[in-house]
C-alpha cells in the first residue's frame, strides 16, 4: 500500500482521534466518581435521618403554660430568611433508666423494671440565644400529675403528691411535659431524651469526658469508684457517674444532681473543643452516635431540623450555660421526699419573663 494511500488516518489524526477517546474514559470515569459520591452522600444522609426516632407531644402543649410563655413560643418559630429558630425557648431534656435491650450492657442494676426519668432537667434558652440556664428536677419531687394516657391507650386520673419520675413510667414523654408545664408555669417547646446506652456511646465517640470529684466514691450501686481528683470516664463509667447518689454528699438524689451537671457542662466542653467539622469521617462518626442516641419531638425530628436547632444554639458557649436545682425542701409527708419551695416558683417565674 502505498503512502498515498488515503484509506489510511494520518498520525496526527490518529493523535486526536486517541486524545477524544481518552478524554471520554475520563469524563466518564470522572462522572462515575461524582455520582459513586453522591450516592454515598444520599445514603449516609438517609441513615443519619432515619436514625432519629420522635415522639409527638403536641397533644402535651394545650395546658400548663402562661400567657408569656406561649408568646415566647410563638416567637420561637424560624424567622423568615433565617435557617435557627430565634426568641427564648424552653427544652424538657430527660434520661431515661430503662434497663431493656442495649441499656442492660451499661448498668447492673437489672431488678428494675419499667422506664423511669432518672435524669429530668429544663433547659432555658434566651431570646437571643447567647444563654442557657439548666434546671435540674430532683425525682424524688413531690408533684400533682396531671390525667394523662398511657401506653396502652387508657386515660389515668390527675393526682397530687406522686414522684416526679412516676410521670414518664405512666405515661410516657407527654405526660412528663404536662406533668413539668403544671409544675413550673413554663411552655415546653422541645423534648429531648437520652437512655443509658445512647450516653455511653456518645461519650465514647468523644474520647471520654473529663470530670472532677471532691472526695472518694465507691458507690455499690452503681458500681463506680473513684478517687478524689480529676478523671476521663469511657461510656460505662459515665453513665455510672450520672447514676451515683451513694456515698456522695448526703446520698439524696441532690448530690447525684450535682454530678450530673458537671457532666452535662463537661460534655458541652468537650463537644465544642472538637475540630470534627475539619474531618469528614469524624464527623460523621459523631453524627451517626448523636443521632443513634436521640428521642426527639417531632419538630426536630429530621437531620435538616436538628441541624438548624444547634445553628441556632451556637453562640451559647459553655461559659454561658448556667446549671442549677429546682428548690426544694423535705416533705413534711416523708422526710424521704422533696417538694418544691416558694424560692422555686421565683426561679421558674424568672426564666418565663
Given at each position: 500500500?502505498?503512502?498515498?494511500?488515503?484509506?489510511?488516518?494520518?498520525?496526527?489524526?490518529?493523535?486526536?482521534?486517541?486524545?477524544?477517546?481518552?478524554?471520554?474514559?475520563?469524563?466518564?470515569?470522572?462522572s462515575?466518581?461524582?455520582?459513586?459520591?453522591?450516592?454515598?452522600a444520599?445514603y449516609?444522609?438517609?441513615?443519619?435521618?432515619?436514625?432519629?426516632?420522635?415522639?409527638?407531644?403536641?397533644?402535651?402543649?394545650?395546658?400548663?403554660?402562661?400567657?408569656?410563655?406561649?408568646?415566647?413560643?410563638?416567637?420561637?418559630?424560624?424567622?423568615?430568611?433565617?435557617?435557627?429558630?430565634?426568641?427564648?425557648?424552653?427544652?424538657?431534656?430527660?434520661?431515661?433508666?430503662?434497663?431493656?435491650?442495649?441499656?442492660?450492657?451499661?448498668?447492673?442494676?437489672?431488678?428494675?423494671?419499667?422506664?423511669?426519668?432518672?435524669?429530668?432537667?429544663?433547659?432555658?434558652?434566651?431570646a437571643?440565644?447567647?444563654?442557657?440556664?439548666?434546671?435540674?428536677?430532683?425525682?424524688?419531687?413531690?408533684?400533682?400529675?396531671?390525667?394523662?394516657?398511657?401506653?396502652?391507650?387508657?386515660?389515668?386520673?390527675?393526682?397530687?403528691g406522686?414522684?416526679?419520675?412516676?410521670?414518664?413510667?405512666?405515661?410516657?414523654?407527654?405526660?412528663?411535659?404536662?406533668?413539668?408545664?403544671?409544675?413550673?408555669?413554663?411552655?415546653?417547646?422541645?423534648?429531648?431524651?437520652?437512655?443509658?446506652?445512647?450516653?455511653?456511646?456518645?461519650?465514647?465517640?468523644?474520647?471520654?469526658?473529663?470530670?472532677?470529684?471532691?472526695?472518694?466514691?465507691?458507690?455499690?450501686?452503681?458500681?463506680?469508684?473513684?478517687?478524689?481528683?480529676?478523671?476521663t470516664?469511657?461510656?460505662?463509667?459515665?453513665?455510672?457517674?450520672?447514676?451515683?447518689?451513694?456515698?456522695?454528699?448526703?446520698?439524696?438524689?441532690?448530690?447525684?444532681?450535682?454530678?450530673?451537671?458537671?457532666?452535662?457542662?463537661?460534655?458541652?466542653?468537650?463537644?465544642?473543643?472538637?475540630?470534627?467539622?475539619?474531618?469528614?469521617?469524624?464527623?460523621?462518626?459523631?453524627?451517626?452516635?448523636?443521632?443513634?442516641?436521640?428521642?426527639?419531638?417531632?419538630?426536630?425530628?429530621?437531620l435538616?431540623?436538628?441541624?438548624?436547632?444547634?445553628?441556632g444554639?451556637?453562640?451559647?458557649?459553655?461559659?454561658?450555660?448556667?446549671?442549677?436545682?429546682?428548690?426544694?425542701?423535705?416533705?413534711?409527708?416523708?422526710?424521704?421526699?422533696?417538694?418544691?419551695t416558694?424560692?422555686?416558683?421565683?426561679?421558674?417565674?424568672?426564666?418565663?419573663?
Amino acid at each position: 500500500m502505498s503512502d498515498g494511500d488515503s484509506s489510511q488516518p494520518k498520525p496526527e489524526l490518529r493523535a486526536r482521534r486517541h486524545s477524544r477517546r481518552t478524554l471520554k474514559i475520563v469524563i466518564a470515569a470522572f462522572s462515575a466518581v461524582l455520582l459513586a459520591a453522591g450516592s454515598a452522600a444520599a445514603y449516609g444522609y438517609w441513615r443519619l435521618d432515619h436514625n432519629i426516632k420522635t415522639v409527638d407531644i403536641s397533644s402535651a402543649l394545650d395546658d400548663g403554660s402562661s400567657a408569656s410563655a406561649s408568646a415566647s413560643a410563638s416567637a420561637s418559630a424560624t424567622m423568615p430568611g433565617s435557617t435557627a429558630a430565634t426568641g427564648s425557648m424552653n427544652i424538657l431534656v430527660l434520661g431515661s433508666d430503662t434497663r431493656s435491650g442495649s441499656n442492660s450492657a451499661v448498668v447492673h442494676d437489672h431488678a428494675a423494671t419499667g422506664a423511669r426519668s432518672d435524669t429530668a432537667m429544663v433547659v432555658h434558652i434566651n431570646a437571643s440565644h447567647t444563654k442557657a440556664t439548666i434546671v435540674s428536677i430532683p425525682r424524688d419531687t413531690l408533684v400533682h400529675r396531671p390525667s394523662c394516657t398511657t401506653a396502652s391507650g387508657a386515660t389515668t386520673y390527675a393526682v397530687s403528691g406522686v414522684m416526679f419520675n412516676t410521670a414518664y413510667s405512666v405515661g410516657g414523654p407527654v405526660c412528663a411535659i404536662k406533668t413539668v408545664q403544671h409544675l413550673t408555669g413554663l411552655k415546653i417547646n422541645h423534648y429531648i431524651e437520652v437512655d443509658f446506652s445512647g450516653l455511653a456511646k456518645l461519650v465514647d465517640a468523644l474520647g471520654g469526658v473529663t470530670v472532677t470529684v471532691s472526695q472518694n466514691i465507691d458507690d455499690s450501686y452503681s458500681h463506680l469508684k473513684l478517687s478524689k481528683g480529676t478523671h476521663t470516664l469511657d461510656g460505662t463509667q459515665a453513665v455510672a457517674f450520672a447514676r451515683t447518689r451513694h456515698g456522695i454528699g448526703d446520698g439524696s438524689d441532690l448530690g447525684r444532681i450535682k454530678l450530673q451537671q458537671q457532666l452535662v457542662k463537661q460534655l458541652l466542653k468537650k463537644i465544642r473543643s472538637l475540630n470534627a467539622f475539619t474531618d469528614p469521617t469524624e464527623l460523621y462518626s459523631l453524627a451517626e452516635t448523636a443521632t443513634q442516641s436521640l428521642t426527639v419531638d417531632t419538630k426536630l425530628g429530621s437531620l435538616s431540623k436538628l441541624v438548624n436547632f444547634a445553628v441556632g444554639l451556637d453562640k451559647i458557649k459553655t461559659s454561658d450555660v448556667t446549671t442549677v436545682t429546682m428548690p426544694v425542701a423535705a416533705a413534711p409527708s416523708d422526710p424521704n421526699r422533696l417538694v418544691a419551695t416558694s424560692a422555686a416558683a421565683r426561679l421558674w417565674a424568672s426564666l418565663d419573663s
